[in-house]
T-cell receptor, first 112, second 113 residues
Framework: EPEVTQTPSHQVTQMGQEVILRCVPI?????FYWYRQILGQKVEFLVS????????KSEIFDDQFSVERPDGSNFTLKIRSTKLEDSAMYFC??????????FGPGTRLTVL | EDKVVQSPLSLVVHEGDTVTLNCSYE??????LLWYKQEKKAPTFLFML????IEKKSGRLSSILDKKELFSILNITATQTGDSAVYLC?????????????FGKGTLLTVNP
């Protein structure tokens, strides 16, 4: 069964450093998303991406964040200058119709 | 702002019990409601509901949506220890091509042997 994959599973970085989180969505899907979950809190929407552009972004998704689909398979989330409060589990999701979203296993980002 | 409220926040039962998890919502331009199971990491998809009154069923799990009263329930019969997880309810509102999920806080279900 096709699934969303994410790398790395765990990333530790120093405050102020740039990180890139990578995702390979399910191959025939058209809608791509990033969500995050701070420990003990609910899953929060960050950004949606459709037709090679951002379709919506949350207030969390400020100028420090960017997304890219550099080729036909990868979908990346970049955080330019990480802050302590960026520590969270980051989930990529994809969907063929925009409704049923399938989640990857997540990347745990720890900012020291 | 879209809002999802789940209850109870946590629940402890014994194997074999039946549980009902609740989800109420407020969303602009409702499209669908989804249930996920989150064990250790990623939410795994259970059900998507779009129409009122039509029960979705998968084994011991079932779910139904009431669009008039703006809620959904997830039932699990004959619970097993493997059902222990956080169950997440999420709604999809739409505006053009924006189909983001708004999640509730989840219900932590613990099934004891």
């Amino acid at each position: 069964e096709p699934e969303v994959t994410q790398t790395p599973s765990h990333q530790v970085t120093q405050m102020g450093q740039e990180v890139i989180l990578r995702c390979v969505p399910i191959s025939n899907h058209l809608y791509f998303y990033w969500y995050r979950q701070i420990l003990g809190q609910k899953v929060e929407f960050l950004v949606s991406f459709y037709n090679n552009e951002i379709s919506e972004k949350s207030e969390i998704f400020d100028d420090q964040f960017s997304v890219e689909r550099p080729d036909g398979s990868n979908f990346t989330l970049k955080i330019r200058s990480t802050k302590l409060e960026d520590s969270a589990m980051y989930f990529c999701a994809s969907s063929s119709d925009g409704d049923t979203q399938y989640f990857g296993p997540g990347t745990r980002l720890t900012v020291l | 702002e879209d809002k999802v409220v789940q209850s109870p926040l946590s629940l402890v039962v014994h194997e074999g019990d039946t549980v009902t998890l609740n989800c109420s919502y407020e969303v602009t331009n409702f499209r669908s409601l989804l249930w996920y199971k989150q064990e250790k990491k990623a939410p795994t998809f259970l059900f998507m509901l779009t129409s009122s009154g039509i029960e979705k069923k998968s084994g011991r799990l079932s779910s139904i949506l009431d669009k008039k009263e703006l809620f959904s329930i997830l039932n699990i019969t004959a619970t097993q220890t493997g059902d222990s997880a956080v169950y997440l309810c999420a709604v999809v509102g739409s505006g053009g091509s924006n189909y983001k999920l708004t999640f509730g806080k989840g219900t932590l279900l613990t099934v004891n042997p």
